[in-house]
């Protein structure tokens, strides 16, 4: 007893799992207990039983495990979390408890599994019951089969899925035990319940006796079919309308479930395929060529026998399929052609759609065969047709069928029509598009007049079908040429078809089109909502939707006596009338003075004529207008040979007006349309006639009008007519759209056009090619190749205009009674391709129209010979073919989709072994893809999947050969084509990791881009997870890539449930990827008409808000926009008025009401439920639609439904006016606003993922307001609603669009009002992350703009660390973002000063050296900011109360100020400066209106003001009078050169222009060149420093016009390519000036900004040019040397690769010309530049170089001298003072191999692994030593001075220590306090204090930055420098040097290397031409400064936005004063 009670204390789930049974009894009724007693199925309680649910079941003990049992099946019932543990509980039931005698353990085991089923894990049990019937035990195989029995009897067959099921089923017949055989019995019984007859093939191999009882049991079962009697929970709904018809007793939907109940399983699903290939007799091929007809015979009956297997295996039946075709197209034996035929049905049946392949092949030869007139082959030929039809879609057969449709043969017509009947009936609306129907309804309808009766007969038979498939409607436009008689008849054949799935819609023509319309959706039309029909129905729409129940009501209600008429509505045709009868008929209509006045002799009666006319028009009923007649009178005559202007206008404009409000036929407007065409190119009467043309064009269709009008045209000879009319047709065009345009007929009047002498015709025809561009694209440019080249290129040119523009959207349609519109607009909406004109995108219009130009058959030219020279063994032969087939194709230029058996013989040569030939044969392909248009669709299987097998090649450019071929032929064909069967999975099983990778990137490209895919795409699932775990990491990579993109489209669910079909290991790899893939899954593209947005304005989406309430499409009637709703319909017809009227009043009622619910606290309790996470936190990369379903849900309970239907509408239109109404609420209902704030806020936020710019900016002019609103409410954002919101708005920092950037840069100043600015930092913080540069630079400007304001303590969480992050970004690579780091780095030092140091922490020498110089720059100007031109920026600069808030930016390049500037715009009413918060602002407007009079002022003192208003005159600075000793020196000649020379160098773009084409025509002139000769250097210096200014300030100013730059570039380029092509002249270039000249050219050269500049391609060519020329002609030594040292310079300044790659180029150029040049050259100075190379970069620190072209080029240069002048070479060193300083002599001694006694390298011979000299060996151990020491003085207190003094010292002793060894462990605070000590010691000893610099030109070269190098350079050098200069001529007189050197210093100094040239003279007038300049520049600068001390403008461009500021203040200060007195 003692153990009892033990146990009997501890809780229940410890008792379940307890030892002692006694103890688990008692657990498991308690437990059970327990579960019945828990309400709340999420309870936490059930949790702590999940993982016992198994012991529950398989106890030891049998009476505890029947109460377990029971308290599982409570558990699964209740528990929500149940499920998780179902596959180890099903498990345990099966092999634990279906072998237990008792009857109860059973039976409840059973109930548990089915349980299961019922909590939708139906899969997971019905697997682990098909596992237990391969237990041994009997016992357990008989349970699992009952269950599974139970389980199909109540869930039904749509639960159970019986493929597995009934595979297993023959096995378990042949069972030893009867108990089995028995049970099996007894469930084949059930499964044919529900699937009939598709159980018995998989049942045919069965013992016979079994099957005969099986089929007496199927016999008694009752015919109708069986229902689901249990359901899912997820199936509540069906569950309770079965219990409801259970109670009536009723059986109201047996049609329904019957239909759905066959439909569900297909007995081929249940076939296990057969594989036949291999079991074909091996001399099939060789007998089915045999003479003897009996041997063929054989070999067919052989493989007939094989194919009637019901499914095959998959494989390669191209043979065979060609060998019966073969025998079908060609043999005389009508037995054999019946027998093959029954072959191609049976394997067509038994591949499916495998077999869709072969289609395109056999098809053309079976439609020929019909030819035969025996009826058993015609019956074989038409089973075989039929069954090849099932394969594949009537699209890729229409081509086939159409080329046999003329055929002579009436038999082969009368069976293609019989064929197309029978095919009819397989399809739907969706898969019968009007793009095929038209063609073969064309076709038809000529059959129909055929004289063969049989014909006739199957052509009404296929009408009648295509009729009753798609609707009368859909077919009528195509019979419009067929007689009533002929149409009755096509109609009677509808009414006797019978469809396949007839019972569920069908009734024939219009009697049956209603229930068609109610309960059958059509496929590509968004279903109906449940509330749709009934509401359509009230307002008498329904009754006449014919096949298109759900298209937009208001049209239908727009015409109040519409009749039933649908046929005759499409277009309103009359017979022509007489003259007398037109007379009677105008009588009625028109005052009698009219008529007699019509054709009277004066002028004047004839105008009063006209104008009773026009009055009597106006007023006419539409329905009345007798059109024709009173055409016919104005065509009367003097008709249209009127001679008075006016008359003649008002005729016009009569005719326009008929056409416009009646009904007006093709007749009436043959009569006008000559006159029209007449007056077209009159000049008075030109503008009514096109206005005519146009009013035609929209009563009889544009196509139609303008056939005729171009026709008319061009048969008179008027060229005015003929141009004016081109231009009509032109804008026509645009305004209609491009549908039905006959393509063709306009090509041809185009090309007449072109040839035509008249330049006005050529010119029109031209504009309407470019009109035509926007729709057909590129390809209509091959119809025009064969024109005159001079043609061409204005052709050209107009398309390159079009280039890149969208189609606009069409504003005119074709007048059409509401009915027609209605059905007809959703089917061009079906078509998807924005039929209606442009709706679609370009892309798909241009492919329908490129179906409307004539193709070439090139199968004929596909001759044997081609082929067999295509598979010749010898490759030339092969190649020969190739490059004929590409000639036929290229010659062709559109061809059809025959190209005879070239698929297969190219097919071959994509697995040439020939690489080249691969490669050709996918040239081929590409090349075809274009002409054959979509009709590659049908070789996709033949020849673009060996195309992927291609991507698998070993050779990289193969591949890319191959992805080009495979984008270029989906472009043509689509994705469905590629992603249909398994053939891309079987791809993917191939086991290369080229291939995969390649086809998965390419899967992950263009799956995102898919709306739908087929169900295919599965197969390719279990490859992709083999994919993820692959050898190779780039395989496995991409297939993660992809995963995401597959699961767009798959679903999770779907990609979980196969994953879970892999191995455990791989399962959770896969399935942890699975969760990553569905955070970042991207959305399904939105639908096309939207995505085009082509349809926009004009028909807001049809396809999916079709069904939507009348309601929705009378949004804001106010709007004047409404009326385009339909394309202008509703609003030109004039008796629409009433209906509508009536039906918005009653919307007006519903939307009368407030737009948003105020529900108290609502608001919080969604902040609640989210930071308990009931919901989803608002927090994702893109939308899903979880999120979406999530914010709909929010909004339904305080958003009015109607707003809520707008905003998630999908036409984006509708969107924009529900935010239009949002707006003009906004005041009225401010509180209700802010209580819905968080969720108004959260639409937008997905606003920001769409990409449509119209609703964007609709969104941000609501922000905006929303903010401004929120401010004067004094609201203050939460955290919920910022956290939602914030970071999204940064997202649209970085939009492209400026107008974006400055709303969004508006609404971040405005938030900071409502939301503190230190929570609005983290998030710009977060922004500066982003991927997108001008993301991270606006976040920058932000943040700057946000420390300006409001100082440091914005800074989160640190500023330090904040500081640091943005510095961060300096080094970055963009341009844009680099200046805003800096200047908001700039902005913290004007707040915090040399402080900022400290807080960004360690920075890069480079970054560090331009902050240094933007802070210099910045800190200088401040005082004297020039004022901006916008008033209030300038006032924002200019307040007193802290100057340093404010700095100069330089405007282009670097000035966040545009930040502040558009935020003021976007703000106008905002105050003078954005720090200032608003209560302490003055608000002058209030003080003005102020009345009273508070305190009294004192008198003013009177200033006069005027003056400062006076414009400033500054006085050109004169350029000869700066330096009057600088002519003294020169004769006439040379002042005025060096006076041009000067010029070059003018900040003035022009002046610049000016001198340099004076210089060029000096230099063009050979005899004049040589007075240059002594200037060569001035005029480069003054050239490359022009070419600076452009690089730095004008290229970046954006106020500069980049052609006048061009222009100055081109101006430069030319002038040096003259000079440099004299050879006497460009050897006077000295070294220092070339070095600077190329380091400019190269920079140039560089500049990424030259791309998007016109002509800057062309610039970068000359440059290339001018480069090869300057070291072709200049001095070699110099140019040798000027390479060295920029070599040296850029490497020691870390320019970018690019740069050094350049400059090692030209070395490695000039060192290919070494050996002409070695005679030449100064060989001492060259080594003398190398030696001071090597010295700087020894052969290690080269080497340490991350790329290693430096060293192999200096390599190359040394080894190329000693070969040329051998051991000589070193008689050469005479220049260098110290050998010893670099190994350059060790290196040439090596290379010459004369090794000589050289001072401490004797270990270094042979031994370049170490690189160390002995001196430095001897020394590394003291090093340590040495430094440590030092190290530990500056970490003491007292010695920290001193260590810092001997650390620098230590460092300019031995410049190349390292010192990272000591420095890497220490803090960043330490080793910043080093570097700045190290600084200070710098700046002190060479006397360089910091001094505030403020350059004209930025310096982007190397020379002036030299001190970045200083610590290289030894005192001695600069004093060696000074004594140069000092020998220098007529230099030290420079008077001003003292004044100006601080700030020219670096333009002044010239390049060190130019100052050790050897040659002083020219070096003289260099340095005088810099002394000039800088005077020049002085001189201005000082003037500047003078005048801004007095804050005047700085110069006279500026605006006069200050005086007119001034000038308002006076005014006000005027009236204030007024008003106090």
């Not at 069986?226 to 709904?237: E, H």
């Not at 913290?1388 to 402080?1395: R, S």
């Amino acid at each position: 007893m003692g153990d009892d009670s033990e146990w009997m204390k501890l809780p229940t789930d410890q008792k379940c799992e307890h030892k002692v049974w006694k103890a688990r009894l008692s657990g498991y009724e308690e437990a059970l207990k327990l579960f019945q007693r828990i309400t709340d199925e999420k309870s936490p309680e059930w949790g702590k039983y999940l993982g016992l649910m198994r012991k529950f079941v398989t106890d030891s003990n049998a009476v505890a495990q029947l109460k377990g049992l029971e308290a599982a099946l409570a558990f699964i019932e209740n528990a929500h979390v149940a499920g998780k543990a179902s596959g180890e509980v099903v498990s345990g039931v099966v092999t634990k408890v279906f072998n237990q005698p008792k009857a109860r353990a059973k039976e409840l085991g059973t109930d548990i599994c089915l349980m299961y089923m019922e909590l939708e894990k139906a899969e997971v049990v019905q697997d682990e019951l098909l596992k237990g019937l391969d237990n041994k035990n009997p016992k357990i195989v008989v349970a699992c089969i009952e269950t599974l029995r139970k389980a199909l009897s109540e869930f039904g067959s749509k639960i159970v899925t019986l493929k597995p099921v009934v595979k297993v089923l023959s096995k378990q017949f042949e069972s030893r035990e009867k108990a089995v055989r028995d049970e099996v019995k007894l469930l084949a019984v059930e499964i044919y319940k529900w699937i009939r007859d598709a159980l018995r093939p998989p049942l045919q191999n069965i013992n016979s006796l079994q099957l005969k009882e099986l089929e007496e049991e199927w016999v008694k079962l009752p015919s109708a079919p069986p229902k689901q009697t249990r359901f899912l929970r997820s199936q509540q709904d069906l569950k309770a309308k079965f219990e409801q018809q259970q109670a009536q007793g009723g059986e109201l939907s047996d049609g329904e479930d019957e239909v759905e109940t066959v439909a569900a399983v297909d007995p081929y699903e249940l076939l296990e395929a057969v594989e036949i290939l291999s079991k074909i007799p091996k001399d099939f091929y060789d007998k089915i060529e045999a003479k003897k007809w009996q041997e063929r015979k054989e070999a067919l009956e052989a493989v007939e026998a094989l194919t009637k297997n019901l499914k095959l295996e998959n494989g390669d039946y191209g043979d065979l399929v060609r060998a019966l075709k073969k025998v079908v197209g060609k043999d005389a034996n009508v037995m054999l052609v019946s027998v093959a035929a029954k072959c191609l049905a049976a394997l067509a049946s038994g591949l499916r759609k495998k077999f869709g392949t072969y289609a395109g092949q056999v098809v053309p030869t079976i439609l020929e065969k019909f030819k035969e007139k025996k009826p058993q082959v015609v019956l074989a030929l038409q089973e075989a047709i039929d069954a090849i039809f099932l394969t594949t879609t009537l699209q890729n057969l229409s081509e086939d069928i159409l080329g046999v449709m003329d055929n002579k043969n009436p038999s082969i017509k009368q069976q293609a029509a019989l064929f197309l009947a029978r095919s009819f009936r397989h399809c739907t609306q969706a898969t019968l598009p009007k793009s095929v129907l038209k063609p073969l309804c064309a076709a038809l309808t000529k059959q129909v007049n055929d004289s063969a009766l049989e014909v006739r007969d199957a052509a009404f038979d296929a009408l009648g079908t295509a009729m009753k498939v798609v609707g009368e409607k859909a077919v009528n436009p195509f019979l419009s040429d067929l007689d009533k008689l002929k149409l009755d008849k096509i109609k009677e054949s509808a009414d006797k078809v019978e469809l396949p799935g007839a019972k569920k819609g069908a009734g024939g023509g219009k009697g049956g089109e209603k229930k068609a319309a109610a309960k059958a959706p059509p496929p590509a039309e968004a279903p109906p909502k449940s509330s749709a029909p009934p509401k359509k129905t009230q307002t008498g729409a329904a009754s006449k939707s014919s096949a298109g129940p759900s298209k937009k009501a208001k049209p239908t209600s727009v015409v109040g006596g519409k009749t039933k008429k649908n046929p005759e509505s499409k277009e309103f045709t009359e017979s022509e009338l007489s003259t007398e009868v037109c007379e009677e008929r105008a009588a009625g209509v028109l005052p009698a003075s009219c008529l007699q006045q019509l054709d009277s002799a004066n002028w004047k009666e004839r105008l009063a004529s006209m104008e009773e006319f026009q009055r009597a028009v106006e007023t006419m009923d539409k329905v009345e207008m007798p059109c024709q007649a009173l055409v016919r009178m104005l065509a009367k005559k003097p008709g249209w040979k009127e001679t008075n202007f006016q008359v003649m206008q008002m005729k016009l404009h009569i005719v326009a007006l008929i056409a416009q409000r009646g009904q007006f036929s093709k007749t009436s407007a043959s009569v006008a349309l000559d006159g029209l065409v007449d007056k077209v190119g009159d000049v008075k009467c030109g503008g009514n006639a096109k206005a005519g043309l146009t009013a035609i064009g929209e009563a009889c269709s544009l196509p139609w009008t303008a056939d005729q009008v171009v026709s008319m045209a061009f048969a008179q000879k008027n060229p005015k007519n003929q141009a004016e009319t081109l231009n009509w047709l032109a804008n026509a065009m645009k305004e209609f759209g491009f549908a039905g345009i006959n393509v063709k007929g306009f090509i041809n009047n185009v090309k007449t056009a072109l040839g035509a002498t008249n330049p006005a015709i050529r010119t029109a025809a031209i504009a309407l090619l470019g009109v035509m561009f926007l729709y057909m694209g590129a390809r209509l440019r091959m119809f025009f190749e064969d024109e005159k080249p001079a043609l061409l290129t204005q052709i050209d040119a107009e398309f390159e205009k079009m280039q890149g523009q969208s189609p606009p959207a069409p504003i005119r349609f074709t007048k059409k009674s509401a009915a027609d519109e209605e059905g007809d607009e959703g089917e061009e909406q079906e078509d998807g391709g924005g039929g209606g004109g442009g709706g679609g995108g370009a892309a798909a219009a241009a492919q329908d129209i490129m179906d409307l130009l004539p193709r070439t058959d090139i199968g004929d030219k596909i001759t044997s010979d081609l082929l067999s020279k295509i598979s010749d063994k010898n490759w030339k032969i092969r190649k020969e073919g190739l490059d004929e087939t590409a000639a036929i194709i290229s010659e062709a230029k559109l061809i059809t989709a025959n190209i005879g058996d070239l698929p297969l013989a190219l097919k071959a040569r994509l697995s040439d072994s020939n690489k080249i030939l691969v490669q050709q044969t996918l040239a081929i392909l590409q090349q075809m893809s274009t002409p054959m248009g979509p009709g590659l669709k049908q070789h996709v299987k033949a020849l673009g999947f060996p195309v992927i097998t291609v991507l698998g090649d070993s050779k990289s450019n193969v591949r890319a050969a191959a992805m080009t071929t495979l984008q270029a032929w989906v472009e043509q064909t689509g994705m469905k084509e590629w992603l249909d069967g398994e053939d891309l999975s079987e791809e993917l099983k191939r086991e290369n990791p080229f291939l995969r990778q390649e086809v998965l990137g390419w899967l992950a490209e263009k799956l995102p881009t898919l709306r739908t895919v087929p169900g295919d795409l599965m197969s390719c699932v279990p490859q992709l997870y083999a994919c993820l775990e692959d050898r190779n990491g780039d395989v496995r990579k991409k297939a993660q890539d992809a995963l995401p993109t597959f699961m767009m489209h798959l679903g999770y669910e779907k990609m979980d449930k196969a994953a879970g079909k892999l191995k455990t290991a791989s399962k959770d790899q896969v399935v942890g990827m699975l969760e990553k893939a569905r955070a970042v899954m991207p959305a399904k593209p939105a639908a096309p008409a939207k995505a085009g947005g082509g349809r926009g304005s004009a028909e807001p989406s049809r396809a999916a808000s079709a069904s939507r309430q009348p309601a929705s499409e009378d949004f804001v009637e106010s709007k004047p926009e409404v009326k385009k709703v339909r394309g202008g319909a509703a609003g030109k017809k004039g008796a629409a008025g009433k209906k509508p009227a009536a039906k918005s009043q009653k919307d007006d009622e519903d939307r009368s009401g407030p737009i948003f619910v105020l529900i108290p606290n609502a608001k919080e309790q969604r902040i609640k439920e989210e930071k308990q996470l009931k919901v989803l936190k608002w927090n994702f990369t893109t939308p899903r639609d979880e999120y979406l379903e999530q914010l709909k849900t929010q909004m339904s309970t305080c958003f009015a439904k109607w707003l809520q239907d707008e905003l998630f509408h999908i036409d984006f239109q509708r969107q924009v006016k529900a935010i239009a109404v949002m707006i003009e609420r906004l005041e009225s209902e401010s509180e209700a606003t802010i209580s819905c704030l968080d969720l108004i806020l959260k639409w937008f936020t997905l606003r920001f993922f769409d990409t449509n710019t119209t609703v964007l900016m609709k969104v941000l002019e609501y922000l905006k307001l929303v903010f401004a609103m929120l401010n004067t409410e004094n609201y203050h954002l939460t955290e919920y609603e910022a956290n939602s919101f914030i970071p999204y708005l940064i997202l649209k920092v970085g939009e492209s669009k400026d107008v974006v950037r400055k709303d969004v840069r508006a609404i971040l100043a405005m938030l900071c009002k409502v939301y503190p600015a230190s929570k609005v930092f983290p998030f710009l913080m977060d922004g500066t992350k982003s991927k997108n540069s001008k993301q991270r630079a606006e976040c920058l400007e932000e943040l700057g703009c946000l420390i300006e304001g409001y100082g440091m303590n914005v800074c989160q969480p640190t500023p330090a660390k904040s500081l640091k992050e943005i510095a961060v970004h300096i080094g970055d690579r963009d341009t844009s973002v680099r200046n805003a780091a800096l200047n908001t780095v700039v902005a913290v030092y004007n707040v915090c000063g040399d402080q900022v140091y400290k807080l960004i922490g360690n920075l890069s020498e480079k970054d560090m050296s331009m902050l240094e110089e933007r802070i210099k720059r910045s800190a200088k100007k401040t005082t004297a900011a020039p004022a901006k031109p916008s008033a209030p920026e300038r006032s924002q600069r200019e307040h007193p109360t802290n100057p340093n808030t404010t700095l100069l930016r330089k405007p282009a390049q670097e000035d966040p100020n545009k930040l502040n500037q558009a935020r003021q715009n976007a703000q106008h009413s905002e105050s003078s400066h954005p720090s200032i918060p608003k209560e302490f602002q003055l608000d002058l407007d209030m003080i003005e209106m102020d009345q009273s009079r508070v305190c009294e002022l004192p008198d003013l003192v009177q200033h006069k003001l005027d003056e400062l208003l006076e414009p400033i005159m500054i006085p050109e600075p004169k350029m000869r009078s700066v330096s009057p000793h600088f002519d003294d020196l020169h004769n006439s000649t040379a002042s005025t050169i060096n006076f041009v020379i000067s010029q070059v160098a003018s900040g003035d773009i022009n002046n610049s222009i000016q001198a340099l084409a004076q210089i060029d025509e000096v230099l063009r002139q050979e005899d004049k060149a040589e007075v240059m000769s002594g200037h060569i250097d001035q005029f480069l210096i003054a050239t490359f420093m022009q070419l600076r200014l452009i690089y730095s300030t004008h290229m970046a100013d954006e106020r500069m016009d980049k052609k006048d730059i061009m222009k100055l570039y081109s101006c430069i380029i030319g002038n040096m390519l003259s000079l440099f092509s004299m050879e006497s002249l460009a050897r006077e270039a000295s070294m220092g000036v070339l070095k600077d000249l190329m380091h400019g050219v190269i920079t140039l050269m560089l500049d990424g900004r030259m791309d998007n500049m016109e002509d800057g391609m062309q610039v970068i060519r000359s440059v290339n040019l001018l480069v090869i020329r300057v070291m072709e002609k200049s001095d070699q030594t110099n140019i040798y040397s000027a390479l060295l040292v920029l070599l040296q310079d850029s490497l020691v300044t870390n320019a970018s690769p690019m740069f050094c790659e350049l400059v090692l180029k030209c070395l490695w150029r000039v060192i290919r010309f070494l050996p002409e040049t070695i005679d030449n050259i100064n060989l001492d100075r060259i080594l003398l530049d190398v030696h001071n190379f090597m010295k700087i970069f020894p052969k290690d620190k080269l080497k340490q170089l991350k790329n290693d072209v430096p060293h192999r080029t200096l390599k190359t240069l040394l080894h190329t001298l000693c070969k040329l002048k051998g051991a000589t070479i070193l008689d050469h060193l005479s220049m260098i003072e110290n050998r010893n300083e670099s190994e350059l002599e060790a290196h040439l001694r090596r290379v010459v191999k004369q090794p000589g006694n050289l001072s401490g390298l004797k270990s270094d011979r042979g031994n370049e692994k170490t690189g160390l000299r002995t001196e430095d060996r001897m020394s590394k151990a003291k090093v340590s030593d040495i430094l440590s020491e030092i190290f530990k003085k500056i970490g003491s207190k007292e010695n920290t001075k001193e260590g810092l003094t001997e650390l620098y010292e230590y460092k300019q002793k031995y410049s190349d220590a390292d010192l990272e060894p000591f420095l890497k462990n220490t803090s960043q605070f330490f080793q910043s306090y080093v570097e700045r000590g190290l600084r200070m010691i710098e700046s002190e000893r060479e006397g360089k204090a910091r001094i505030q610099t403020s350059a004209v030109i930025p310096q982007h070269g190397v020379d002036f930055s030299l001190s970045s190098n200083n610590e290289e350079l030894k005192p001695a050098v600069y004093y060696e420098r000074l004594k140069i200069l000092r020998q220098r001529q007529g230099l030290e007189n420079n008077s001003k040097q003292g004044v100006g050197g601080s700030e020219d210093e670096p333009q002044q100094r010239p390049p060190m290397s130019s100052l050790l040239s050897s040659k002083p003279p020219v070096a003289s007038s260099t340095d005088m031409l810099h002394s000039k300049l800088s005077q020049l520049k002085e001189s201005r600068e000082l003037y500047q400064q003078e005048h801004n001390t007095h804050s005047h403008s700085p110069t006279h461009t500026r605006s006069a936005s200050p005086a007119a500021n001034l000038d308002d203040l006076k005014k006000r200060l005027e009236r204030i004063k007024s008003n106090r007195q």
